[in-house]
């Protein structure tokens, strides 16, 4: 399979097998994207090429075909295995939130259920249960989530002492993540987070309004300037460790692109905006129609990247960062994230879930960490959906970015874990043909 597309004013093709990537002109996109089918040169669009030039073309092909970089035929892969390796947990450290944000899925922090905090019983239970359950592998990774985790940073600090405690007897590194709203960040625990934190994640949507807009305290009132300020301090302070600006666009913001340059001006140079994903009712839902003018946004957004990462507002945006060289392995490229599988999620009260999305959904309690019970069934169940089980996925040219998509998102929207959520999909592509044009303008390809 072959996908060729215009971005930034530029043709390319990628072969989707071989990850091959080449820059291309119209000629030589019209021939491939014949992808087979007969050559009528007295018809458009080839009617207006010589019968040299489009020979000459075609001879280009036809080498790129016969050195294994065009056309590559589709990899046999073999069906991912559950082998019951957990590398990573999501600790939901805290049930309750200092914001009130209007597309919460987590209805608020408390994820539909009584506001509480995770005692460090519970904490330092899961942390057992992680180097019990990861084998021999040696790098495990715990993300402080919630709710708002700085609601109970002393559970947090007493959990990364613990974990800590144990590296040297069980030979493990623990790299720990934590995501905060920043509105009760203090110099206390910036210096904390710089110290523990392999990477620390900042919620913030963009400009005041649109953020104020959907991001309101608990009491009600705006939240920005009091986080944008706590974040900007946690940004002087940070260095060159790893962080990220992480926000949300919604049907009110559609024009996201602007955000992303605003967060860049504010100073922040790690940038991440996601689309909202909520029900079709709700206010701030996107919806198909909204499709075309995204995928324009990432346009505008990957225009203004360019120019900017010449010079002192250089930033990365997240979605831009994809490897093409490289990339992840091909079991990684199969099961993406791992949710279900080798990542799992703790609740304040020790349930284990798939992720941290499935927090409160009682189908999908996997076991409980104080009561060391874990049912296999829903990790295998989760481990089996890959790429080799999704027919969608596998005739889309993106598989291989985006391994299948969310399983929450499938679960959720689509009542299959097999099934992508559409709106997702259409936007990672617009993101990977992006980051692919960026990094041909770049000379990076």
């Known amino acids: ?17 071989s990850g091959s990537v080449f820059e291309i002109d119209e000629l030589t996109k019209d021939l491939i994207d014949l992808q087979g089918a007969p050559l009528d040169i007295t018809k458009e669009p080839f009617s207006c090429y010589s019968k040299d030039e489009i020979s000459e073309a075609q001879d280009e092909i036809r080498e790129l075909v016969d050195q294994g970089i ?3 035929p589709e990899s046999k892969h073999e069906k991912p295995h559950y082998n019951g390796i957990v590398k990573a947990l999501c600790l939901n450290i805290s049930h ?3 914001l009130r944000c209007e597309y919460c899925f987590a209805d608020g922090g408390s994820y539909n259920d009584k506001r509480r905090n995770m005692d460090k019983s519970v904490a330092f239970a899961a942390i057992d249960f992680l180097i019990e359950r990861s084998g021999t592998r040696r790098n495990l ?8 985790p700085l609601l109970n940073i002393e559970v947090v600090k007493d959990t990364v002492a613990y974990a800590r405690s144990k590296e040297k007897q069980f030979n493990k590194n623990f790299r720990f993540t934590i995501t ?4 009760r960040l203090g110099d206390e625990d910036i210096e904390f987070f710089n110290r523990e934190m392999y990477n620390v994640v900042i919620s913030i949507d963009g400009r005041k309004e649109v953020h104020n807009r959907v991001r309101k305290t608990a009491n009600g009132e705006d939240s920005f300037d009091i986080i944008l300020n ?24 559609k024009d996201f692109s602007v955000d992303a340059l605003y967060l860049n001006d504010m100073g922040f140079d790690q940038i991440s905006l996601e689309p909202v994903v909520l029900p079709d009712t709700h206010r701030l839902a996107i919806h198909e129609s909204d499709i075309p003018e995204l ?50 999620a703790v609740a304040p009260n020790g349930n284990i879930y798939p992720c941290h999305q499935f927090d409160g959904k009682n189908d999908f309690v996997i076991g409980n960490v104080l009561k060391k019970e874990f049912d296999d069934t829903l990790p295998e169940k989760f481990a089996c959906a890959n790429l080799t089980t999704k027919p969608e996925c596998l005739k889309c040219w993106a598989k291989y970015y985006c391994s299948g998509g969310c399983a929450a998102n499938s679960v959720n929207f689509c009542g299959d874990i097999n099934k992508p959520y559409t709106i997702t999909c259409a936007l990672m592509k617009k993101r990977v043909e992006c980051a692919i044009a960026i990094k041909a303008i770049e000379g990076k390809i």
């Open 1 to 17: 399979m072959v996908h060729t597309f215009k971005c930034l004013g530029r043709l390319f093709a990628l072969d989707v097998e």
């Open 295 to 344: 995928v324009e946004q990432y346009e505008i957004l990957a225009k203004e990247y360019i120019e900017r990462r010449k010079t002192d507002k250089w930033f990365n945006f997240f979605h831009f960062m994809i490897d093409i060289a490289g990339g992840p392995c091909e079991s990684k490229r199969l099961v993406g994230c791992g949710a279900g599988n080798e990542y799992l």
């Open 180 to 183: 905060t709203n920043a509105y």
């Open 70 to 72: 065009l056309f590559t």
């Open 141 to 148: 990774e715990v993300d402080f989530f919630g709710g708002e």
């Open 96 to 98: 309750n939130c200092s």
């Open 230 to 253: 706590n974040a900007r301090r946690f940004r002087e302070k940070r260095g060159d460790k790893q962080y990220y600006i992480r926000g949300t666009f919604t049907a009110l913001n």
